[in-house]
């Protein structure tokens, strides 16, 4: 807890006080005019990364459990193979280059992109989760007499809760770093301050976009570890 406390609070300080490190980051780089990002604010912009972040995962977390779940039923096995390919086959830029002409550009594409892209660990935590649960647990809700969507919501599911938690904090964590090049389809993200910096060589701006990256995919990973120990001490005590 102390360690996600410290975290957000060097993310929000970071994000906050970097136009006041102007100082700091002429004397690093001396040779620019321009030494720190200023074209949009850097609270606005880590807001719009969680923005599309977020949005993204809610429908990768939505969609990889639930083709997770039918992936592991008996009718669905046939298609696992399948799914997890479909969840490979999406690499975001490529998705970014198809969806912008339909979509236009904005988030749109890049919420559709990273979608995609966070699909497969959700759905092979899910699928790793319901196969690890306990033969002796799926027999005792049997002989409970609860029936299959019974076991599924209060066997299986609390048991894989775990390791579904583990896939989706690597689907976030993931997501936060690919998002940046969400930027490149006028998307508002901290990669903005990267992309601007990398086309007029100024290594300022890449330093500070990819400082608050960094410590935003930090939090959450943080969070999601908070989390996950509450979820095995849940289950243990269960």
């Known amino acids: 807890m102390i360690a996600f406390a410290a975290l957000l609070a060097a993310l929000l300080l970071t994000a ?16 620019l005019d321009t030494p720190i990002y200023h074209q949009d604010s850097f609270p606005a912009l880590l ?3 969680l923005q599309i972040v977020l949005a993204a995962s809610a429908f990768a977390v939505t969609a990889g459990v ?15 193979g399948l799914l997890e ?3 490979q086959a999406a690499p975001p830029v490529a ?3 198809l969806a912008v002409p339909a979509m236009g550009f904005g988030a749109a594409p890049a919420i559709v992109a990273l979608s995609l892209y966070g699909l497969l660990p959700v759905l092979q935590g899910t699928v790793a989760g319901l196969d690890g649960t306990p033969p002796e647990a799926l027999l005792a809700a049997r002989g ?9 919501l209060r066997v299986e599911l609390p048991l894989a ?10 689907s976030v964590v993931i997501g936060i770093g690919t998002a940046a090049i969400a930027s490149t389809v006028g998307a508002k993200t901290l990669g903005l301050p990267i992309i601007v910096g990398l086309n007029g060589s100024n290594t300022a701006y890449v ?5 608050l990256v960094a410590l935003l995919a930090l939090t959450l990973d943080h969070g999601f570890e908070l989390l996950a120990h509450a979820a095995t001490r849940w289950r243990r005590a269960a």
């Open 16 to 31: 906050f006080g970097l136009p006041y490190a102007r100082p700091l980051f002429a004397a690093l780089f001396p040779g």
């Open 47 to 49: 807001l719009g990364h």
């Open 66 to 80: 639930l083709a997770g779940i039918a992936a592991t039923r008996p009718a669905g096995r046939d298609i696992r």
């Open 85 to 87: 390919t479909i969840g």
């Open 95 to 97: 998705v970014l280059a």
């Open 144 to 152: 409970m007499g609860m029936s299959p969507t019974q076991s599924l």
């Open 161 to 170: 809760a775990p390791v579904i938690l583990a896939g989706i904090r690597t």
């Open 207 to 211: 330093l500070q976009g990819a400082i």
